[in-house]
T-cell receptor, first 121, second 111 residues
Framework: GAGVSQSPRYKVAKRGQDVALRCDPI?????LFWYQQALGQGPEFLTY????????KSGLPSDRFFAERPEGSVSTLKIQRTQQEDSAVYLC???????????????????FGAGSRLTVL | GNSVTQMEGPVTLSEEAFLTINCTYT??????LFWYVQYPGEGLQLLLK?????DKGSNKGFEATYRKETTSFHLEKGSVQVSDSAVYFC??????????FGGGTRLMVKP
């Protein structure tokens, strides 16, 4: 597609519910990232995929958070038994490069989606 | 570890005023530095970048120079417009796996 698409744009969940957030990266992009952005804060790294392989999940805040990208394109971020502190905007980003290949520009440039805003009541 | 510190907002300016948003960083090695902008209801957009010391990134009248000696990447614009109202994020990329962001600075430009 023309850009990174995320759905749903807005999700309200009751505490304890499970939620699933979807990310459609730009077609052909190798790298995919998930970030969490709390209100008034900068984005915080959650996890990173290179194709279907999850190479870094060091930012996932607990084992209630799970991400997958089974066919190396669409990715889903799942949050089990949601808590109020999970309320945030979840951002997905993709890049055409492997993270170690910085390309001629010398920097791995990410394209971000508009985000999914999760509110846990 | 890596960290980015930027001035807190909001920054409120009149149209055509000069803009500076300060950004300093802590990192090992030689990170790449970025400014991203977030307009209301939209995703983060890359504004400009610099990949090595003394590089100047520029776009849409915005500029930032990679200063290794002061570990800074301050964003400047000579004459802001109402349409520049947004949240600006300074970020660094070190060892390729992730961007580390500052807390963001909200800019409000009044006519």
């Amino acid at each position: 597609g023309a850009g990174v698409s995320q759905s749903p744009r807005y999700k309200v969940a009751k505490r304890g519910q499970d939620v699933a957030l979807r990310c459609d990266p730009i077609s052909g992009h190798v790298s995919l990232f998930w970030y969490q952005q709390a209100l008034g804060q900068g984005p915080e790294f959650l996890t990173y995929f290179q194709n279907e392989a999850q190479l870094d999940k060091s930012g996932l805040p607990s084992d209630r958070f799970f991400a997958e990208r089974p066919e190396g394109s669409v990715s889903t971020l799942k949050i089990q038994r949601t808590q109020q502190e999970d309320s945030a905007v979840y951002l997905c980003a993709s890049s055409p490069h492997h993270t170690r290949d910085r390309g001629r520009s010398g920097a791995n440039v990410l394209t971000f989606g508009a985000g999914s805003r999760l509110t846990v009541l | 570890g890596n960290s980015v510190t930027q001035m807190e907002g909001p920054v409120t300016l009149s149209e055509e005023a000069f803009l500076t948003i300060n950004c300093t960083y802590t990192a090992t090695g030689y990170p790449s530095l970025f400014w991203y902008v977030q307009y209301p209801g939209e995703g983060l957009q890359l504004l400009l970048k610099a990949t090595k010391a003394d590089d100047k990134g520029s776009n849409k009248g915005f500029e930032a120079t990679y200063r290794k000696e002061t570990t800074s990447f301050h964003l400047e614009k000579g004459s802001v417009q109402v349409s520049d109202s947004a949240v600006y994020f300074c970020a660094l990329n070190n060892a390729g796996n992730m961007l580390t962001f500052g807390g963001g600075t909200r800019l409000m430009v009044k006519p």
